[in-house]
């Protein structure tokens, strides 16, 4: 028995880092997957996963792939159950700096593509009595820091957003949840990341960076009805991080 069984969940960003973490964990757990991605990743993740994943090239900002991506769950699975708006990018630059490409593309992906994903998630969720969202912040979602403003922004917008909709959907059935992750070895952080930043890992109070595994974990007990009275909360998955005064 899986925590996840007969649950369909859609993934986004799931070609790589804590989204294919967590295409993984869920079908472990018994869900049917639904594993998006603008990459073209999203493929091999299905094949190396092997479980019951279904592909879907989807760019989270366009609302037409979105859309089409919930349908896409329907038409195979019959429902959605979990939706993990996971995809997410970042930049930096000093704020007089600022390039107002760079904030376009940070805010689509970050904030738009959770917008639209909890649109079409919530609908595609309603007609069956409800479901579960977990949105992607950030422990940059809860503090600042230096030239990271729009990441930042984006981040806690995502906190804002989810909260409206916990209390806008719970009547309907729909629990939605934000998980914060601190420093996590992924392909977001550059590969040398801990060589140009070697007190990123010291930030955690576990001193050590996460794994993507790690985090998904947190999602598979958001997705699953362990969680079932989890709504409108803030996680941090972040090895004590933001526990941190400084
Ligand atoms: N890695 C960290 O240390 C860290 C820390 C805090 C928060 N986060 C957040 O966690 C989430 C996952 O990060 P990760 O480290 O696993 O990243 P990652 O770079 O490993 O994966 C992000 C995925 O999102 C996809 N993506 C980007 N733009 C997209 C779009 N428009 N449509 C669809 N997919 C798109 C990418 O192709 C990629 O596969 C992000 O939202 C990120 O901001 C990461």
Known sequence: MGELDNKVAVITGAGSGMAKASVKVFTREGAKVVAADISGAEQDVATEVGGVVLPVHCDVTKEADVKALMEAAIEEFGRVDAVLNVAGVADGAQLVDLDMEMYDRLMDVNLRGVF???????????????????????????????????????????????????????????????????????????????????????????????????????????????????????????????????
């Open 116 to 246: 639209l994903g909890m649109k079409h998630g919530i609908r595609a969720m309603l007609p069956t009595g409800g479901g579960s969202i977990v949105n992607w912040s950030s422990v940059g979602g809860l503090n600042g820091n230096a030239f990271t403003a729009v990441y930042n922004a984006s981040k806690h917008a995502v906190i804002g957003a989810s909260k409206s909709a916990a209390i806008e959907y719970g009547p309907g059935g729909i629990r939605v949840n934000v998980i914060c992750p601190g420093y996590v070895r992924t392909e977001i952080m550059s590969k040398d990341a801990e060589a140009h930043m070697p007190d990123i890992v010291l930030k955690a109070a576990l001193q050590r960076g996460g794994l993507p595994h790690e985090v998904a974990e947190v999602g598979s007990f958001l997705a699953s009805d362990r969680a079932s009275f989890v709504s409108g909360a803030v996680i941090a998955v972040d090895g004590g991080w933001s526990a941190k005064l400084a």
